[in-house]
């Protein structure tokens, strides 16, 4: 069972950059996904999640700029971000939750963390 995280970078303020979550090993959409996201000397966050029913839960913080979606072909799960901050500078998560309909950010919910990937908004 494996998520592999990428598509971070150094992007500008107000600029967009998709990140991707490729799964191995289980089947996606079977499964409530997440995106967390972690700055330097702050705790992990959550950003998205996406039920297995298609529900959504956001941060307030990301709402009406990033969007969670799935391509269950390609069993990856993507976090599109735009209209980016600076204080959107973080390491980014991806993980697996539940089986379940509905998602929070309950971090015991969730396992199989990916490694990350690193996203930094500076001017």
């Known amino acids: 069972l494996k998520l592999v995280e990428s598509g971070g970078d150094l992007v500008q303020p107000g600029g967009s950059l998709r990140l991707s979550c490729a799964a191995s090993?289980?089947?996606?959409?079977?499964?409530?996904m997440a995106w967390f996201r972690q700055a330097p000397g702050k705790e992990r966050e959550g950003v998205l999640c996406l039920s297995t029913s298609g529900t959504t839960n956001y941060a307030d913080s990301v709402k009406g700029r990033f969007t969670i979606s799935r391509d269950i072909a390609e069993n990856t799960v993507y976090l599109q971000m735009n209209s980016l901050k600076p204080e959107d500078t973080a390491r980014y998560y991806c993980v697996r939750g539940m089986p379940s309909t509905e998602c929070d950010f309950d971090t015991r919910l969730y396992d199989n963390w990916g490694q990350g990937t690193q996203v930094t908004v500076s001017s």
């Open positions: 090993g289980f089947t996606l959409h079977y499964y409530s």
